[in-house]
RNA sequence: GGGGGUGUAGCUCAGUGGUAGAGCACCUGCCUUUUAAGCAGGGUGUCGAUGGUUCGAUCCCAUCCACCCUCACCA
């Protein structure tokens, strides 16, 4: 524990203030002159007596809407308003086209010098690429057959002074796309399209629980102790009590407490927070869901599992058959159902259950695989099966019956007692879910949290610390429990076809940025400072 | 953490041991149903950072930073 203190304690730095802005030199790059040019032309509507900010507009419709009904609109000469940004714009003599884009669509507008007056037509010779306005008018086909609004009056609504990305290639740098999302957002429709998925992915979860009279419950980030998986924590300070505090790495020994305390069916949505590495697969706050279901064991979580998958599917696809990478992961057939050892064998022809611990670790190294961290029998088949299953299990699977040694949060199998009633899901080769029937015994509790806490005081960070309450929880008598936990996130990269947890999180963990590009607040503060001189 | 790759204009990208280019965006002018509008003109840059080699480095070398891929660990 002190050893651990000393390496993670984090230092209480202060917010380091915003210097750069005020300090800046003379700064004289093409990003500097375009947000010039756009921030004369925000003085110039003050000048003017027009705020380029303004409060509200009274929209009426839609781009959507008016796309969808625009026959009859146009039929009817239906005077309406739309609000969007702008993101094309062409001049032609005493004509502009521009495109506005709003969450619902896009369509073209046309401002014309005899539509609007001389004085509407000059202020929309300022509008920059990237403003927001509304527009006021009636819908006509222009020659080349496109839908658009004749506009007799339009707004300002917001001026924007930084420029878009490339209007046709977008923008691509992926680092700025997480660093920037906005402007991903802006330019990049698909994007807007994935997190829509991701939101109606979790409201799909969640109606389906609570269809399943889950109750949905809220238990503490902020902990005093840690527990309920092995992780290292994020380990922070309470100022008032004078504690350390730590974020969640998993829900599970509070959700315990709550079947304990009668509750029979919980879940929560859960943000965790683990300190550990970062890669296309983890961020170190992501979502969970984990559940608990009184009464019930691994095979009842198992088929709700299957269900819970089947229904968010049918809610957020047209088909059972989802596309993701070069595969098509089917959902319509049941999932298979097959134990660790099974597995093996079909592939090697070896049956491991039947072995003991030195002839499973031969046989391992016969497999190619490196047996020199293979303390025990159930090592030896994880390995195997890491090497030989794992990277075949492309369509929904459920691997069960884990070695006991590599499943210290779970209850010994009822009929074999090497193993455990576990099950993990397997599905494009992601785990996708993790399950038990879980420990309820107090005393076997106990002694696996004394010997994580050898652990910890070994060294090992992710070792998890004694939590006496939850021995004590556990020793008013939780019943018979299944419990099951999962990503969100994979689950949300698995039905949106995305490969990286950072096109499923609109802000992604980023390192800090020290070199590169200068601020925005730098160039502005110079402007501001210089009377809008560079 | 190991290995590989990338970093040049607001954006997308070329390129070179003699301080740099294109398209889009931007600026100026022309054009009243255009549409990747067009036509004429304009380059607006600490070439990721810091050192080194060199007469001279954006380019070669070293270190560092960020991002991507990959392996190991983890959801």
Same mark, same amino acid.
């Given at each position: 524990?002190?050893?651990?203190?000393?390496?993670?304690?984090?230092?209480?730095?202060?917010?380091?203030?915003?210097?750069?802005?005020?300090?800046?030199?003379?700064?004289?790059?093409?990003?500097?002159?375009?947000?010039?040019?756009?921030?004369?032309?925000?003085?110039?509507?003050?000048?003017?007596?027009i705020n380029?900010?303004p409060y509200r507009y009274e929209r009426d419709y839609h781009i959507r809407d008016v796309l969808d009904n625009f026959d009859e609109f146009e039929a009817q000469q239906t005077r309406m308003k739309l609000a969007g940004r702008v993101m094309l714009k062409r001049?032609m003599?005493k004509v502009f086209f521009a495109d506005i884009h709003d969450s619902t669509g896009r369509i073209q507008v046309y401002v014309k010098i005899n539509n609007v007056g001389e004085e509407q037509f000059e202020l929309f010779n300022d509008i920059?690429?990237?403003d927001i306005i509304g527009c006021e008018g009636t819908v006509f086909v222009t020659r080349m057959g496109e839908r658009t609004l004749n506009v007799t009056h339009f707004e300002l609504l917001t001026?924007?002074?930084?420029?878009?990305?490339?209007?046709?290639?977008?923008?691509?740098?992926?680092?700025?796309?997480? @660093?920037?999302?906005?402007? %991903?957002?802006?330019?990049?429709?698909?994007?807007?399209?994935?997190?829509?998925?991701?939101?109606?992915?979790?409201?799909?979860? @969640?109606?389906?629980?609570?269809?399943?009279?889950?109750?949905?419950?809220?238990?503490?980030?902020?902990?005093?102790?840690?527990?309920?998986? +092995?992780?290292?924590?994020?380990?922070?300070?309470?100022?008032?009590?004078?504690?350390?505090?730590?974020?969640?790495?998993?829900?599970?020994?509070?959700?315990?407490?709550?079947?304990?305390?009668?509750?029979?069916?919980?879940?929560?949505?859960?943000?965790?927070?683990?300190?550990?590495?970062?890669?296309?697969?983890? +961020?170190?706050?992501?979502?969970?869901?984990?559940?608990?279901?009184?009464?019930?064991?691994? @095979?009842? &979580?198992?088929?709700?599992?299957?269900?819970?998958?089947?229904?968010?599917?049918?809610?957020?696809?047209?088909?059972?058959?989802?596309?993701?990478?070069?595969?098509?992961?089917?959902?319509?057939?049941?999932?298979?159902?097959?134990?660790?050892?099974?597995?093996?064998?079909?592939?090697?022809?070896?049956?491991?259950?039947?072995?003991?611990?030195?002839?499973?670790?031969?046989?391992?190294?016969?497999?190619?695989?490196?047996? %020199?961290?293979?303390? +025990?029998?159930?090592?030896?088949?994880?390995?195997?099966?890491?090497?030989?299953?794992?990277?075949?299990?492309?369509?929904?699977?459920?691997?069960?019956?884990?070695?006991?040694?590599?499943?210290?949060?779970?209850?010994?199998?009822?009929?074999?007692?090497?193993?455990?009633?576990?099950?993990?899901?397997?599905?494009?080769? &992601?785990?996708?879910? +993790?399950?038990?029937?879980?420990?309820?015994?107090?005393?076997?509790?106990?002694? @696996?949290?004394?010997?994580?806490?050898?652990?910890?005081?070994?060294?090992?960070?992710?070792?998890?610390?004694? %939590?006496?309450?939850?021995?004590?929880?556990?020793?008013?008598?939780?019943?018979?429990?299944?419990?099951?936990?999962?990503?969100?996130?994979? &689950?949300?990269?698995?039905?949106?076809?995305?490969?990286?947890?950072? %096109?499923?999180?609109?802000?992604?963990? &980023?390192?800090?940025?020290?070199?590169?590009?200068?601020?925005?607040?730098?160039?502005?503060?110079?402007?501001?400072?210089?009377?809008?001189?560079?």
């Amino acid at each position: 524990m002190k050893k651990e203190q000393n390496t993670t304690e984090q230092k209480q730095e202060q917010p380091k203030p915003s210097t750069r802005a005020e300090n800046s030199e003379q700064i004289q790059i093409p990003l500097a002159e375009l947000i010039k040019n756009r921030y004369e032309k925000v003085r110039k509507l003050q000048a003017k007596g027009i705020n380029p900010y303004p409060y509200r507009y009274e929209r009426d419709y839609h781009i959507r809407d008016v796309l969808d009904n625009f026959d009859e609109f146009e039929a009817q000469q239906t005077r309406m308003k739309l609000a969007g940004r702008v993101m094309l714009k062409r001049k032609m003599g005493k004509v502009f086209f521009a495109d506005i884009h709003d969450s619902t669509g896009r369509i073209q507008v046309y401002v014309k010098i005899n539509n609007v007056g001389e004085e509407q037509f000059e202020l929309f010779n300022d509008i920059d690429l990237g403003d927001i306005i509304g527009c006021e008018g009636t819908v006509f086909v222009t020659r080349m057959g496109e839908r658009t609004l004749n506009v007799t009056h339009f707004e300002l609504l917001t001026k924007a002074l930084h420029p878009l990305p490339d209007k046709h290639a977008g923008l691509q740098d992926v680092e700025t796309r997480y @660093r920037r999302r906005y402007a %991903d957002l802006i330019v990049n429709p698909d994007v807007r399209a994935t997190f829509v998925m991701r939101t109606k992915i979790i409201q799909a979860v @969640r109606e389906f629980l609570n269809d399943q009279d889950f109750l949905e419950v809220e238990t503490p980030i902020l902990q005093p102790i840690y527990g309920g998986g +092995n992780a290292e924590p994020f380990k922070t300070h309470h100022s008032r009590l004078d504690m350390p505090m730590y974020l969640r790495i998993a829900d599970e020994l509070y959700l315990k407490r709550l079947i304990i305390g009668g509750y029979e069916k919980v879940w929560e949505f859960c943000k965790d927070f683990r300190n550990e590495g970062m890669d296309r697969l983890h +961020n170190p706050e992501f979502s969970m869901v984990e559940l608990y279901w009184a009464y019930a064991d691994y @095979r009842d &979580m198992a088929a709700l599992t299957e269900e819970l998958w089947r229904y968010v599917v049918s809610q957020v696809h047209d088909s059972y058959k989802v596309p993701y990478g070069e595969h098509e992961i089917d959902f319509e057939p049941r999932f298979r159902w097959v134990s660790m050892v099974d597995s093996i064998k079909e592939i090697t022809n070896l049956d491991f259950l039947s072995m003991s611990y030195d002839e499973a670790k031969a046989a391992a190294k016969n497999l190619g695989v490196d047996t %020199d961290e293979l303390i +025990n029998w159930g090592k030896c088949v994880e390995a195997v099966w890491e090497a030989k299953v794992e990277p075949t299990l492309i369509q929904p699977t459920f691997i069960t019956d884990f070695p006991k040694e590599i499943s210290p949060l779970a209850k010994q199998h009822r009929s074999n007692d090497r193993l455990t009633e576990r099950f993990e899901l397997f599905i494009a080769g &992601m785990e996708m879910g +993790n399950a038990f029937s879980e420990l309820n015994d107090p005393v076997d509790q106990l002694q @696996r949290f004394l010997q994580q806490g050898k652990a910890l005081e070994a060294g090992d960070t992710e070792a998890q610390p004694l %939590d006496d309450d939850f021995i004590t929880a556990l020793s008013y008598g939780m019943p018979p429990t299944a419990g099951l936990g999962f990503g969100v996130d994979r &689950m949300v990269m698995l039905l949106t076809n995305q490969h990286s947890i950072r %096109d499923v999180l609109f802000f992604p963990q &980023m390192k800090e940025m020290k070199e590169g590009s200068i601020p925005v607040s730098s160039i502005l503060a110079q402007l501001i400072s210089n009377n809008g001189d560079i």
